[in-house]
């Protein structure tokens, strides 16, 4: 007796067992299509400003158009990396109500905060700010820029960014301050970008 409900697809699966999602010439050329077009729609780009943008959003579009930096650009995502590392220390763990629920509770790991590796974490990643924000605040003085750290905040931060702001300056400002503090550190590994249109055509 033949079972009921669809008929089973075939073609090669995944380990899950899951339709294998295809990989052809075609897919991929749909995939650039609907990033270009919502980078052009979006931001105003052209199809060449489009394709060398590395994500999607106000920072890959500057970097894009020249108006900032490749470091400038770089300094931002790592910043932006930092501030998210940062505030993950402040999300309290919620501990479980019976000893059976300690894998069904998020965040909670059983640590009272004393590991060595978690503390050496937090003086590091407490460091790291402090530096920044003390960069930020001297780049402000010394260049006269007062709405450095409020304009990173908003930029880099929250994404908030008109094109053709006058903060253009202060934004760049904070950037090379950042860039700089930043240069002096090992490289960090930075997911926050999607892939450029540039590595999806390489495949």
Same mark, same amino acid.
């Given at each position: 007796?033949? +079972?009921?409900?669809?008929?089973?697809?075939?073609?090669?699966?995944?380990?899950?067992?899951?339709? *294998? %999602?295809?990989?052809?010439?075609? !897919?991929?050329?749909?995939?650039? &299509?609907?990033?270009?077009?919502?980078?052009?729609?979006?931001?105003?780009?052209?199809?060449?400003?489009? +394709?060398?943008?590395?994500?999607?959003?106000?920072? =890959? %579009?500057?970097?894009?158009?020249?108006?900032?930096?490749?470091?400038?650009? !770089?300094?931002?995502? +790592?910043?932006?990396?930092?501030? *998210?590392?940062?505030?993950?220390?402040?999300?309290?763990?919620?501990?479980?109500?019976?000893?059976?629920?300690?894998? %069904?509770?998020?965040?909670?790991?059983?640590?009272?905060?004393?590991?060595? &590796?978690?503390?050496? %974490?937090?003086?590091?990643?407490?460091?790291?700010?402090?530096?920044?924000?003390?960069?930020?605040?001297?780049? *402000? &003085? #010394?260049?006269? !820029?007062?709405?450095?750290?409020?304009?990173?905040?908003?930029?880099?931060?929250?994404?908030?960014?008109? #094109?053709?702001?006058?903060?253009?300056?202060?934004?760049?400002?904070?950037?090379? =301050?950042?860039?700089?503090?930043?240069?002096?550190? =090992?490289?960090?590994?930075?997911?926050?970008?999607?892939?450029?249109? &540039?590595?999806? !055509?390489?495949?």
């Amino acid at each position: 007796m033949a +079972r009921r409900g669809r008929k089973r697809r075939s073609g090669r699966r995944e380990a899950n067992g899951r339709h *294998q %999602r295809g990989s052809s010439e075609a !897919e991929r050329e749909a995939i650039i &299509s609907v990033v270009l077009d919502a980078r052009r729609r979006v931001y105003g780009v052209t199809d060449a400003e489009a +394709r060398r943008m590395k994500a999607t959003d106000h920072l =890959a %579009r500057m970097e894009a158009r020249g108006e900032i930096e490749p470091r400038e650009y !770089e300094a931002a995502l +790592r910043y932006a990396a930092l501030m *998210q590392d940062y505030e993950l220390f402040f999300i309290p763990g919620q501990r479980p109500q019976k000893a059976g629920d300690l894998d %069904r509770v998020s965040g909670y790991d059983d640590s009272d905060g004393d590991d060595a &590796s978690y503390v050496e %974490r937090w003086n590091r990643v407490k460091r790291d700010v402090a530096e920044c924000r003390a960069a930020l605040k001297a780049a *402000q &003085s #010394e260049k006269h !820029e007062w709405l450095v750290t409020t304009v990173i905040e908003s930029c880099v931060l929250q994404g908030r960014w008109q #094109e053709g702001s006058p903060y253009i300056k202060a934004l760049k400002t904070g950037l090379n =301050a950042l860039a700089d503090v930043f240069q002096k550190k =090992a490289p960090i590994s930075v997911d926050r970008h999607i892939e450029p249109v &540039s590595e999806i !055509e390489r495949r």
